[in-house]
């Protein structure tokens, strides 16, 4: 039976997560021409530009407000007004998104307030302006980037007349990586769906070497289109935990159905991911759609003898944490052990529900730390661990490959171009899951199947065991 527990000590170690401004800044960049401004000390906008620099290898800028001692006990109302207008003489943004920090939260800055107070004073600065709470003791950055996509859907797309649409289908891609979202995009592309994009960083965050270096990077969706996001035919969410709740605004607020999905990792989620277009438009799956499943499950059947039965442990973000089980699954092996930093009940019960349908057993964790998920290694060795680049040393420690996933891959390059979603990104799973099994030093065979076969078989000069090579 698979079991739920939540970290009840007050102090992370080896934490998984990062803090919540991180998540809004992201989804911000796939907006054309949009500045972030964050409200808070330096360090609130340094660490998260240096976690995404490292990740995207791109230049991130972030505005800062910059509140120090003085700001903290008297307000950092004037700080904010400040860099509003500063950010607008300057760059003549198309958006602005100012995230709140746990510094300004906790003195208690009327965000909204101050922004109001702005666009009274300055009725010729005729561009959206929102906050975002973002104090990372409310969450992480998947919280971040959820509460964006909210504050969008809330506030920007205008009113639609019944029966006015546009044609298009909203997807909200959540937390993936640029070439993620470039894989989606040839998805619909094949099918003929035409998308409204909430939001697109494939390119702002992985774009090309310009000169002269544009003010804003080329791509991203416009404000023009976000505000035409009222009139579309429906909603998708491909990730519950990231964009879930701004499909519900859409489907309250303008009435435009929404289709809450499982993240498109692996074989059955695709599926359902294609269905739904389909459902939606009328428009059937491309041949070229055809063949490219035909060529996973060709995949999954090749490789089968090398991943069956291997014990997998798996953490991150909720939604990638689940696909990641799913995919697995499909392949023969045994997801063993899951962990996210998120605290949602929710999410127990979405994983406990997955382990039931598949038949496993999972020890599931959340709001806790790659510390813990040490500690059931040890007890409990696993052949494989799949995750961010925070989890080399747990790696290494065990001698147990690290298929990277997620974010931040920083001891890597490239895993931002690298798409892990519809049957591309899970045939390009498979082979890594594969091929990292088969490098493992001195063996083909997994720490699950090791020991009993040093009790049942000879290691040397044993030959095939059905007979059938003759060895
Ligand atoms: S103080 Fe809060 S918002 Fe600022 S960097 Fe730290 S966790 Fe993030």
Known sequence: M?????????????????????GAMLS??????????NHGSQGCATYPRHQMARHFREPIEVATTSLTEKTTVYGGKENLLAAIENIWNRFHPTMITVCSTCLSET????????????????????????????????????????????EVAMRIPLKSRKGDSNGKVNIIPGWVNPGDIRELKWLLR??????????????????????????FPPGGT?????????????????QKYV?????????????????????????????????????????????????????????IVDTHMFNTGLKVAIYGDPDLVHGLVRLTTEMGMIP????????????????????????????????????????????????????????????????????????????????HRRAIVGYKGAMYLVDEITNAIMERRGSLVSNTLMAEMEEDIPMNGGGCGSGGCGG
């Open 336 to 415: 063993r052990f899951v962990l996210t930093a998120t605290e949602s009940k929710a999410w127990g019960d979405d994983m406990v529900a997955l382990a039931d349908e598949l038949g496993i057993e999972l020890d599931i964790m959340m709001r806790t730390d790659l510390h813990e998920l040490h500690k059931r290694m040890k007890a409990e060795p696993v052949d494989l661990l799949m995750g961010h680049s925070k989890g080399k040393f747990l790696s290494d420690a065990e001698h147990v490959p690290l298929i990277r996933v997620g974010f931040p891959v920083e001891d890597r390059f490239g895993y």
């Open 107 to 150: 003195i208690g800055d009327d965000i909204p307030g101050i922004i109001e107070e702005f666009q009274t004073n300055h009725p010729d600065i005729d561009i959206p302006i929102i906050s975002v709470k973002t104090p990372s003791y409310i969450g992480t950055h998947i919280t971040g980037f959820d509460l964006f996509l909210k």
């Open 222 to 238: 416009t404000v023009a289109e976000l505000q035409d996001s009222s009139r579309s035919l429906a909603t998708i969410a491909l």
């Open 190 to 215: 094949e099918m003929d769906v035409p998308v409204l994009w909430l939001t697109d960083y494939s390119d702002t965050l992985d774009g090309g070497y310009y000169d002269p270096r544009p003010h």
């Open 28 to 37: 911000a960049f796939g907006v054309h021409g949009s500045i972030t401004i």
């Open 2 to 22: 698979s079991t739920v527990m939540k970290q009840d000590r007050l102090v992370a170690i080896n934490p998984t997560r990062s803090c919540a401004p991180i």
């Open 243 to 299: 964009g879930g709740e701004a499909a519900k605004v859409y489907k309250k607020r303008h009435n435009i159905p929404a289709y809450i999905l499982p993240m498109p990792i692996g074989l059955a989620n695709t599926d359902k991911f294609l269905e739904t277009l389909t459902e939606i438009t009328g428009k059937p799956i491309s041949p070229e759609l055809e063949r490219e499943r035909a060529r996973l499950l060709d995949a």
